[in-house]
């Protein structure tokens, strides 16, 4: 063990420490606390009852000194913890939080530690409120391409925790970081990239996720923590269309050096002008790291994006069938209205943000032929911003299903189709998928299925 991994187990010996739900960060954490042999106590705090933490809590339950803090009780005494180590979907105004704070217990997080353990300074974080995935997964298919030693994880689905182990001095990782993972981070990485800035994650929407920000400028504030406390030496990526956004918070950019990318016009499979943006960045990330240009034109070439990242499903009937089920703002629904030039019919609708249509709306009436609205809370106030501007009503059809919203799809496109160029059914919900969905991959898989039959 590296003694400064050592030195920092050491401050836990004898210690109580509270992992604020067991999600895959504080999951990767207490296994690592396990495999370390700290001796201190770990007691789960998690609003779930074991029956929803079946897994997890099988694999840690025989374990003298796993306590468990569940249901109704989730979020008791945690003043009484020395450590409390928070899930990013753990808000930090939660009253108990911020009784903690005030007695001096420290609060972290396990991305923190990450930070503090890491082996390796070649970290590149992406954060953005679209887009974050899709660049860095980029930046990790170049790098791999250019035989580097690379590891990806993050809000991607892998807590880097799970690989600290493997890693060397010499290793690269790329970390996708959400604003909750960041607004926390006492640490930034040596090169961090931030795709672009709208308006997000403003209202609890997942019931399995209540953080939120209170507003705007404190999302920008939390996101920006990815270039904080870069040195001198290091670099921050920032998109050049929203250089005046940036300006107004100089004061949270850091010292890194600044470099500013726009599009990128290189040979590639993904769809959306947005994406030539998040190309951009990856492209300028692998520049700064010297890989050589015939790798990354390959890299980028051979890229096939993420699914459910506006992701091309088949062609049927001419109709070619697009799935952005991860579209959960009416932002990225009109870039992805955009990015056509066919007819469209357009699935949209389902669980509240507290976002705002009007412009949405607009897009909707110049470029859709018909929308399929899956039943939700914010919903109606999309349906009701249609009206408001003439959109015929007979336009609209509320589903309740997503067989339902295929089936509608397909009918109205060949009812509202004039050209014979072929068109678009396009999942774009700009909405939050809980309500008639677990989350945005369920709601992906059952277009995929229905499309499909």
């Known amino acids: 063990m590296p003694e400064t991994e050592i030195k920092k187990f050491k401050s836990f010996f004898r210690k109580k420490i509270a992992l604020l739900g067991l999600g895959l960060e504080n999951s990767a954490l207490l296994r690592l606390f396990l495999k370390r042999k700290v001796d201190c106590s770990i007691t789960i705090c998690d609003s779930r009852p074991k029956e929803k933490l079946v897994e997890r809590y099988r694999e840690f339950k025989k374990r003298k000194n796993v306590f468990w803090q569940l249901g109704g009780n989730f979020n008791r005494n945690l003043s009484s913890f020395d450590f409390l180590f928070r899930s990013p979907g753990w808000p930090l105004f939660c009253p108990e939080i911020k009784e903690a704070l005030k007695k001096k217990i420290i609060v972290s997080s396990p991305m923190n530690l990450f930070f503090e353990l890491s082996p390796t300074r070649n970290i590149i974080g992406v954060t953005g409120t679209k887009g974050k995935g899709t660049t860095a997964s980029l930046i990790y298919h170049i790098l791999k391409t250019a035989g580097r030693t690379v590891y990806l994880g993050g809000n991607i689905g892998v807590a880097p925790l799970d690989f600290i182990d493997k890693l060397k001095k010499s290793d690269w ?64 990526f920032l998109n050049k269309k929203f250089k005046n956004i940036f300006s107004k918070f100089e004061k949270y950019l850091g010292s890194g050096k600044r470099v500013y990318f726009f599009q990128s016009n290189l040979v590639n499979h993904l769809v959306g002008l947005y994406n030539r943006e998040n190309i951009a960045a990856a492209v300028t990330v692998a520049k700064i790291l010297k890989i050589k240009s015939e790798v990354i034109v390959k890299s980028v070439k051979t890229f096939k994006g993420l699914e459910h990242h506006l992701e091309f499903v088949l062609e049927k009937s001419g109709i070619k069938y697009y799935d952005n089920s991860f579209s959960t703002t009416p932002e990225s629904t009109v870039m992805d209205i955009e990015s056509f030039s066919q007819e469209i019919v357009l699935i949209a609708g389902g669980a509240d943000k507290g976002s705002n249509f009007k412009k949405l709306a607009k897009i909707i009436k110049n470029k859709v032929k018909f929308v399929v609205l899956l039943d939700g809370e914010a919903t109606p106030r999309l349906e009701k911003e249609l009206v408001r501007i003439n959109y015929p009503r007979e336009k609209m059809k509320l589903t309740y299903s997503m067989k339902e919203a295929v089936a509608t799809a397909r009918k109205k496109f060949y009812l509202q189709r004039r050209t014979v160029g072929g068109g678009i059914i396009l999942l774009s919900p700009a909405c939050a998928s809980f309500g008639m969905f677990k989350n945005y991959k369920e709601r992906g898989n059952l277009f995929k299925k229905y499309v499909g039959q």
């Open 173 to 236: 990782v790329i970390l996708e970081l959400s604003s909750f993972q960041l607004e926390d981070l006492k640490f930034s990485p040596k090169f961090s990239v931030i795709t672009n800035v709208y308006k997000e994650h403003l209202s609890p929407a997942d019931p399995l996720n209540p953080n939120y920000h209170k507003d705007f400028k404190n999302y920008i504030k939390a996101k920006l923590n990815i270039g904080y406390f870069q040195r001198k030496s290091d670099v921050l």
